[in-house]
């Protein structure tokens, strides 16, 4: 693997409350390879946005960033001072968000807002600044761009504005890339083509994605590795078709058995009971024990790190000695 | 665009004849009007006559209609305590109550807007708590008070501005007279208009305040910091437009209510406006007065809410949209 271009290691987020801190991210670490994708998937409240925010240093507080460290191409960025970290955003990491409907603001001209943030990362001028506005607006596919450039967002469908998102995320050439569901509140005709002009685009400037989304279909087409997160921590991190196929946490291979085969027999949705704890309320040890079909006592007492398996790491005591074998064969039943 | 105006025009019409409705029977039901215009000792033969030249006798219907077509054409008849046409007495008060409104709401829209943007983006300094608490005097103390508090400092105290009147006025026209032209005029108005202006421009600091914490939250706002805009632009360019747009239509109707709320500033300051007028006419019973008021703010609430909606349709596109399209 070439030298990471992002680096998290222990990435833990706090929020601040009346009854002392709740700690929403916990031991989060990872790296991504320049050009990479990296599909984040897991229940609504993993923590998947979080990690997206702490990465480009938008989390509001109460929320803030309480341990480990975060490097892009090596240097720290989690400690910088805000005027640091505002020249990286946009420039070396851009951020799309859920909404294409709320991400865009009403009152200007999507052109205006392509621009302005043209002329914050270069030196270009006004004049120069719109032809690449309109050039970007070409490669997300938006039909006769030079008529669209000075229509405002309510103007264009919900596929269109996230087309034009993208193209804003995409103005600096940022070398990482973060989608947070960025189909999710799109009609489901449009959601394909939006990962793919996503797809596309990443390939064609050279930058790194970190795909957030629910659709394990989506990443399984599109991500190189993914991470599975419950309860503000990595399941389990590795190669899409490794983790896709063979799941070794039992919370993925829950979460796998939910994505319908190519061989048309749709796998029953395998219903894991209960639900995903409350970050005042994570049981010690295994954060998944309490639903987990093969839990064991030392679950319920010690937290399981990271722990490698072959070019994956799943936190989970099953695979401690690197004990692979039975376990995984056991199906979810 | 212009279809959009001529069907408010419209409207505003119907409501200005609704209210015009209610100030003929204002002026025709209460009281007596003979028994306002003729001494105690004026023959019955005598008020019969009048009854009758006054059109008092017609049904009722075409008192109205004839009302109306005078109100149309600024005709309001004749004040019972003055003896003179109700449209000359409000048209030389008019421009003392209208300066002063408008000095108030510049006053309250310079010091509130960005009193509440400062208050909006540094909510923990200690300038924008003094600006709270501050507002809250401001929204809790009586306007009467506020005025008579200055007029002691400055006035009586001090000696530096005057505690009533309007000043030297310099004529523009054939009936509007200012008193910004004149160093005592402006002299004078200051008291009065920082009196007026005080509860409007806490009502803007609060309400800007709120709608530009709430425009903060939102997705685009986030956004715009994810593509690296600097604090300035997120704030000035992006959330200060949005937050003005819901305050335009409250800024609007409060400029409104500060012609109606002037009868107070008006009194205590001895201001030669509408609102004096207005008083001395519930005193004596000054039924026309009344009336010609009544339609007078009506009018300026239909104008004032016309001006809201096309500035409206000026700030955001969404709303142009639906105007053309409609
Ligand atoms: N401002 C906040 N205060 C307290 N908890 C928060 C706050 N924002 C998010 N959280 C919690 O952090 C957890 C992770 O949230 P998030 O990253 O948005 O999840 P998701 O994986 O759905 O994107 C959730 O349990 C959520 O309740
Ligand atoms: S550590 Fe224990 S409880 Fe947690 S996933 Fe593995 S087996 Fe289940
Ligand atoms: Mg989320």
């Keep these: ?333 | 665009m212009i279809a959009f105006i001529i069907r408010r025009l419209f409207a505003s019409i119907g409501v200005l004849i609704a209210v015009g409705l209610i100030a003929f029977v204002l002026f025709r039901y209460i009281g007596d009007p003979v028994n306002q215009m003729v001494g105690i000792e004026t023959p019955e033969s005598e008020r019969v006559a009048l009854r009758q030249q006054l059109g008092l006798n017609d049904p009722a219907p075409v008192q109205a209609l004839r009302f109306l077509a005078n109100a149309a054409r600024l005709d309001f008849g004749i004040s019972y305590q003055f003896k003179q046409p109700v449209s000359e007495l409000i048209g030389a008060r008019m421009p003392a109550t209208l300066e002063l409104a408008f000095v108030a709401s510049i006053m309250s829209l310079v010091a509130g807007i960005p009193m509440g943007v400062y208050t909006a983006l540094h909510r923990r300094s200690a300038l924008a708590k003094l600006f709270e608490a501050l507002s809250l005097v401001g929204i809790s103390l009586p306007t009467f008070l506020i005025g008579i508090l200055l007029i002691y400092l400055f006035a009586v105290t001090l000696g530096w501005l005057p505690s009533f009147g309007r000043g030297d006025v310099v004529h523009i026209g054939s009936w509007w007279t200012t008193g910004l032209l004149t160093k005592s005029g402006l002299k004078s108005i200051i008291m009065p208009a920082i009196t007026l202006a005080l509860f409007q421009m806490t009502l803007i600091m609060r309400l800007v305040r709120a709608e530009m914490l709430e425009v903060l939250r939102a997705d685009y706002i986030r956004f715009a910091r994810a593509r690296g805009l600097s604090e300035r632009k997120v704030h000035f360019r992006h959330a200060l437009k949005n937050t003005l747009v819901p305050v335009i239509t409250v800024v609007g109707l409060q400029l409104g209510s500060i012609v109606a709320f002037s009868i107070i500033t008006e009194t205590v300051f001895s201001w030669p406006g509408m609102g004096q007028l207005f008083l001395q006419s519930v005193q004596n019973v000054d039924i026309p007065i009344m009336a010609a008021y009544l339609l007078f703010i009506a009018f300026l609430f239909v104008i004032i809410n016309l001006v809201v909606d096309l500035l409206y349709a000026a700030v955001d596109p969404r709303l142009r949209v639906a105007i053309h399209g409609a």
């Design chain 1, 1 to 333: 693997m070439t030298a990471p271009l992002l680096s998290v290691k222990d990435l833990r987020v706090e929020f601040a409350t009346r009854r002392g801190p709740l700690t929403a991210l916990d031991g989060v670490s990872f790296d991504l390879a320049p050009g990479e994708i990296l599909g984040v998937v897991g229940e609504s409240g993993a923590g998947k946005s979080l990690t997206g925010l702490a990465i480009i240093g938008l989390l509001d507080p109460p929320g803030r960033i309480a341990g480990g460290e975060i490097r892009l191409a090596g240097e720290r960025i989690d400690n910088l001072p805000p005027e640091a970290m505002r020249k990286i955003r946009g420039r070396r990491i851009g951020m799309i968000f859920q909404d294409p409907l709320t991400s865009l603001n009403p009152l200007l001209r999507i052109g205006d807002q392509l621009v302005e943030t043209i002329l914050t990362h270069t030196s270009l001028t006004q004049r120069q600044a719109r032809e690449r506005a309109l050039a970007l607006l070409t490669e997300v596919g938006i039909p006769a761009p030079e008529k669209r450039i000075d229509g405002y967002p309510h103007e264009f469908s919900g596929g269109m504005r996230q087309r034009v998102v993208i193209a804003l995320a995409l103005c600096a050439e940022p070398a990482l890339v973060i989608a947070d569901e960025p189909t999710t509140a799109l009609d489901v005709s449009v959601q394909a083509q939006i990962i793919a002009v996503l797809k596309r685009l990443a390939r064609e400037h050279h930058a790194a994605v970190i795909l957030i989304t629910h659709d394990m279909g989506v990443i399984a087409e599109t991500a190189d590795r993914v991470a599975v997160m419950y309860a503000g921590r990595i399941a389990e991190i590795g190669r899409v078709d490794e983790v896709v196929r063979d799941p070794l946490h039992p919370y993925a291979k829950g979460l796998m058995a939910a994505i319908p085969t190519l061989e048309g027999r749709a796998a029953r949705l395998a219903q894991i009971p209960g639900a995903m704890p409350r970050l005042s309320a994570i049981p010690p040890g295994c954060a998944f024990n309490p639903r987990c079909p093969n839990v064991f006592d030392r679950c319920r007492i010690e937290r399981p790190p990271p722990l490698a398996i072959g070019t994956r790491r799943a936190a989970c005591w099953l695979y401690d000695r690197g004990e692979v074998a039975s376990p995984a064969k056991e199906a979810v039943s």
